[in-house]
C-alpha cells in the first residue's frame, strides 16, 4: 500500500458520514450527498504508466486532461469522456460510471478498469482485480464499484487499460439517412448518433480507412463537422438498442439525442417523462422491485451504517 493510500484510509476512518469529492462536475447525479456531510480527497497524479503492457496506475484524483496529456507521449488514451476533462477527476467519472457519446466504439466505462483500491466502510484499504488485460478470475468487485456514486467504497487509484491513440478522427453529419443501416454497415464507428432528422457519425482509425468507409458508406449527403453534437439536454434514459427505431413516436415535443447501438437516450424533462411510460400505458414504469431489494442488500453488505455518500443512490430516479 502506497503512503498516499494508507492517508487517504486513515482520513476517511471507521465512523462518520463522509464524501469523496471529486472535480464535482457531476456532484449531484444519484442525488446530491447529505448536507454538511464530511469530504475528503482522493490521491492525485499518475503512478506509473506503462506503455507496453497498456496500462496505467492513476489516483482516483487525477483529473482526466492531465492523465490523457501524459498517454498522449506515448500514443495511447483511455476509453472514458467528460465534457469538462480539466476539472472532472478519474474516480469521479468511475463512481458516475456514464459513457461518453463514443461508447459504440469503445465500449462501457466499466472495461476500462482492471484493478481498483479502495477505501471500505470500516476505514480499510481493500483491492480488487489486477493489472493486467486478461483477468477473468474472482469475483469481478471492479465493475460493481463502477456507477456506484461512492456508496459501496471510496475509490483512491485505478489501474486503467490503455488503447492507442488513432491517426484520425472525423465526425460527419446528414439528413434522412436511415441510422440503423448505417451502424449495420460502418466499420466499429466510434458513434452513430440520431435526433429523428439527423444523423451524426464519429469514425476514428487510419486516414485511408476512414475515406473509404464517408465514400462507400455515407455518401455525398454527409458532411463533415468539428465533432459531437451537444447531447439534447441533461437527462439520460436508457432502451434497449432496438427500441431506439420507436422514438419519434414516444418522445411527445421534446427534444432528444440517441445514441444507435447503445440505446442511451440524452433528452430533455418532456422527452425523459414520456420515455417512462411504455407505449400504450398510462402509468409510469417503475424499477422492478427485485432489482431495489438486490441495490439496497448489496449496499447494506458493504456499508451498513449507510455513512459513504449519504443522500446519493446508483437507482434511477423517475422524473
Known sequence: MTSDLAAFAAEIGPAGEVACAGGMTQWETGGAPAPAVRTVRAPRGVVSHEPAEMIVRVGAATTLSELQDTLADAGQQVAIESDLPAQATVGGLLSVGHGGLRRLGWGPVRDTVLEVSAVNSLGEVIRAGAPLVKN?????????????????????????????????????????????????????????????????????????DIRSQVEGVLGADFVRIEGPPAPAGTIRRSLRPSALRDLPGRSGSGSWLAEVGVGVVHCDEVTAAALLRPPGAGHSQGIPEPVVRLHREIKHRFDPTGRLNPGRSPLPVAS
Open 136 to 208: 477473468v478470475t474472482g469475483f469481478d468487485l471492479c465493475r460493481l464499484l463502477v456507477g456506484s456514486l461512492g456508496t459501496l467504497a471510496l475509490l483512491g487509484e485505478v489501474v486503467l487499460r490503455c488503447r492507442p491513440l488513432p491517426e484520425a478522427e472525423e465526425w460527419w453529419v446528414g439528413e434522412g439517412a436511415d441510422p440503423f443501416a448505417l451502424a449495420d454497415r460502418l466499420y466499429q464507428p466510434l458513434a452513430v448518433l440520431w435526433d429523428g432528422n439527423r444523423t451524426w457519425v464519429g469514425l476514428a482509425g487510419y486516414a485511408v
